[in-house]
């Protein structure tokens, strides 16, 4: 059974068991988990973190059981200011084994589909994967889970002759949450876990109680009135008809309180307490002075510097993709070398650099490639072998295995530049072709490089 036909087949056997009602001795769970990815070599990914979600139907009771299970998950890598998107989907049978407690083992496997993404266009692989993990329930409503998982594609994207398989290796964690349980098995638990009810007391008949005669109501008492508002009621006000905003005495009569000594009464004061001497308005507020505006200074506009051209190739700095061009190299619009002339048959990629003892791609080695990519395009006729070479320092077959390497990376991504894989064949020469000698730190340096040959 292909991967994509076991993929399908999982996936409806998962929706046939979510909607039959037979299936009923078990449970449905939806999870999310956070994911740590570690890429095939040959792929030139390095490692990832992402995060899914993903939902299991349960079939039996406790940890006992088999899960038919779907996931999907998203995983990001930033390559030279570019964004890869990883996006795994996976369906698999699990079979859960109780180890001690709360604790359960889970394994099994399935298939496994793969899209990259890079903002343009996505390709897409299928493959088998293979799981092996921990449950532990925490409670009766969440179980945590830890599981190890590993994707092996026998047909993958960067296949080459050398090249059969790839395998992505990851780790993931998070929690499971039941969305349904068989009724009946939460109905007995429910019973074994209630408490037996208390003994009911017996009633006993009660002589007939006389009704209690109503109580009648006090009369009202009369309203106090205070006509002019100050609080002092009219019967005690001395001063009748006495302005709302007044100040008045416990007899009613206006108080002309000046508290702040600012020539304003209290009563009429809206910034009582203004420090003595304070020249203040008809509201007993501080005048303020009118605000001085600064002077400004004329704004003097910065006199631009002069655009650059450091390497001398005719392309201004701010274009130049391919910085420090040797002089009287023949140079495309985006300042890096032509590579493809019809006189040469072997070029030598200069600037593309690797992690010291690695195939990894350094940073500032991505712009080159970019341009080579875009070059290899523009030309569909051209065949190149890509090939490794060292210098002889160290174990010759460690050199020809690391040349091999390095010779795949820059392969893996032109192709994921756009390169069709046809059209590249990597080779590894390790220190059997060198092209300066290597008793010089500047020979050596020469000789660890990357070519690219004619093959047509």
């Known amino acids: 059974m292909t991967p994509r036909t076991l993929l399908l087949s999982t996936f409806c056997l998962a929706i046939v068991a979510v909607a039959t009602p037979a299936f009923g001795q078990g449970s449905i769970e939806l999870g999310a988990f956070g994911s740590y990815t570690r890429f095939d070599t040959s792929l030139a990914l390095g490692t990832g973190t992402g995060g899914g979600g993903r939902i299991g139907v349960i079939s039996g009771q406790g940890y006992n ?65 293979g799981m092996l993990g921990l449950r532990m329930a925490l409670g009766t409503y969440m179980t945590l889970r830890v599981d190890g998982v590993l994707d092996y594609m026998a047909n993958p994207l960067n296949e080459t002759p050398d090249l059969k398989y790839t395998m992505n290796k990851g780790v993931q964690a998070g929690l499971q949450f039941p969305i349904w349980t068989d009724q009946r098995g939460r109905d007995l ?6 408490p037996p009810p208390p003994p009911q007391p017996v009633a006993q008949a009660e002589p007939p109680r006389r009704p209690e005669p109503t109580p009648e109501p006090a009369p009202a008492a009369a309203p106090i009135r205070d006509a002019d508002g100050d609080g002092v009621p009219d019967s005690q006000d001395a001063c009748p008809g006495t302005p709302l905003d007044v100040l008045v005495d416990k007899a009613g009569c206006p108080v002309y309180r000046d508290s702040d000594g600012d020539g304003v009464i209290d009563s009429r004061d809206l910034c009582p307490g203004t420090p003595r001497g304070t020249e203040v308005d008809g509201r007993g507020c501080p005048i303020k002075e009118p605000v001085k505006e600064p002077v400004k200074e004329p704004v003097r506009e910065p006199v631009p510097e002069p655009v650059r051209d450091s390497d001398g190739d005719g392309v201004l700095d701010p274009a130049d993709r391919c910085p420090n061009t040797p002089a009287a190299t023949q140079v495309d619009a985006n300042g890096c070398p032509i590579i493809f002339r019809p006189t040469e048959r072997t070029v030598t990629l200069r600037g593309v650099t690797f992690a010291s003892g690695r195939d990894e791609v350094t940073p500032g080695s991505l712009a080159i490639l970019d341009d080579v990519a875009r070059q290899l395009i523009a030309a569909p006729a051209i065949r190149l072998e890509v090939a490794g070479h060292t210098d002889s320092q160290g174990a010759h077959t460690s050199n020809v295995r690391l040349s091999l390497k390095r010779a795949e990376a820059v392969r893996a991504y032109l192709v994921m530049k756009g390169v069709p894989g046809d059209r590249l064949e990597a080779r590894g020469y390790g220190p059997d072709h060198p092209v300066a000698e290597n008793t010089t730190p500047g020979g050596r340096a020469m000789n660890r490089r990357v070519e690219l040959r004619r093959l047509d």
């Not at 996006?87 to 496997?109: T, W």
């Open 65 to 129: 059981s088999f899960v038919l299970e779907l996931e999907g998950a998203v995983a990001m890598r930033e390559i030279a200011g570019q964004t890869i998107r990883y996006l795994p989907a996976r369906a698999r049978l699990l079979y859960a084994l109780p180890v001690y407690g709360n604790f359960s083992i889970q394994m099994g496997g399935g298939a496994v589909r793969n899209d990259y993404y890079d903002g343009v266009a996505a390709d897409v692989e299928w493959g088998y994967t």
């Open 189 to 194: 638990r429910r019973e074994r876990a209630a």
